[in-house]
């Protein structure tokens, strides 16, 4: 009775001194607010659902951590800084890495975290670090400003403008037998094609297989030479075991990586491509081919 009693006082204390983690974002997607899968999380490991905390324990323990996204989902960016937060609050972050920052960025990164040490948040933080366009501000500034006001690095993961041209003029032999797999590459030139609404020309299709297929290289190169644990906020298709950066790390003997991607519900996310899913409100579906190749 009294080692029950102990061992019982000793969970208490446990529980005690872990912080508790911070509500949930509040849904901001006006689509799927009531789908029985909203808010959904499953280990496609073994068929589980799971709990916000739960997910975080299993991925604290991770080196890598990769969290697919639908880029123009207000839920996805706020569940990823939700999740960046509850991962801090479980052991030291070691970096963080976005597919939205190039390499030339990386200077004007380094400058702005050193302002916002000094107390000098810069007065137009896009700007200060040469924010692309393509990328709404939005959403992805509040993980960005939180990002710099930790002590860990936030990485460019991806391939400036320049890189992506030499790409489509000489395409590189990638070194591996994972990510060049014929399989793995069937299917992404079937989403590319499905993207670009089956109108881009064949002979435009392997450059385009091969500036896919070269970013997520260099996310995992990234990956593998960042301060751990680290975590990439990427497209779904970047982050998928099947078909992107694990392959990738694979072939650069880099070691494991926890996949999370976060789907909007409706949508479906097998065991082949990723660990978890977590599921979603959605935005509204657009007809991106209707007006595909007209200029803005």
């Known amino acids: 009775m009294r080692a029950l009693l102990i061992l019982t006082l000793a969970l208490l204390s446990a529980c005690q001194t872990r912080p508790m983690l911070v509500p949930l974002p509040a849904w901001q997607s006006p ?5 029985l899968d909203a808010g959904r999380i499953r280990d496609l490991r073994n068929g589980q659902d799971l709990t916000p905390e739960q997910l975080v324990e299993r991925l604290a323990g991770a080196p890598r951590v990769l969290v697919g996204e639908r880029h123009d989902n207000p839920d996805h960016h706020a569940l990823q800084l939700w999740l960046l937060r509850a991962l801090e609050s479980r052991r030291a972050q070691g970096s963080l890495l976005l597919e939205m920052l190039e390499p030339a960025q990386k200077p004007k990164l380094d400058a702005a975290r050193q302002a916002i040490a000094a107390g000098e948040l810069p007065t137009d933080l896009p700007v200060a670090l040469g924010w692309q366009r393509g990328w709404d501000w939005s959403l992805y500034g509040a993980i960005v400003r939180h990002a710099l006001a930790q002590p860990f690095p936030l990485l460019p993961a991806n391939l400036d403008r320049g890189e992506i041209m030499d790409v489509y003029r000489e395409r590189p032999v990638l070194s591996g037998t994972a990510s060049t797999a014929e399989s793995v590459r069937e299917a ?34 990234v990956l593998r030479t960042a301060p751990r644990p680290a975590m990439l906020l990427a497209g779904a298709y970047h982050v998928r075991r099947d ?19 976060l789907a909007e519900v409706g949508s479906e996310v097998g065991a082949q491509e990723a660990d978890f899913v977590w599921y979603t409100p959605a935005m509204p579906e657009e007809d991106f081919c209707a007006r595909f190749g007209q200029r803005e």
């Open 243 to 261: 078909l992107g950066v694990p392959l990738h790390l694979a072939d650069l003997g880099s070691g494991e990586a926890a996949v999370l991607i």
């Open 188 to 221: 992404l030139l079937a989403q590319i094609r499905a993207s670009h609404c089956g109108k881009l020309p064949e002979d435009q299709l392997p450059a385009m297989l091969a500036v896919q297929q070269q970013r997520d290289r260099r996310m995992a190169d």
């Open 31 to 35: 689509e799927g607010r009531e789908h």
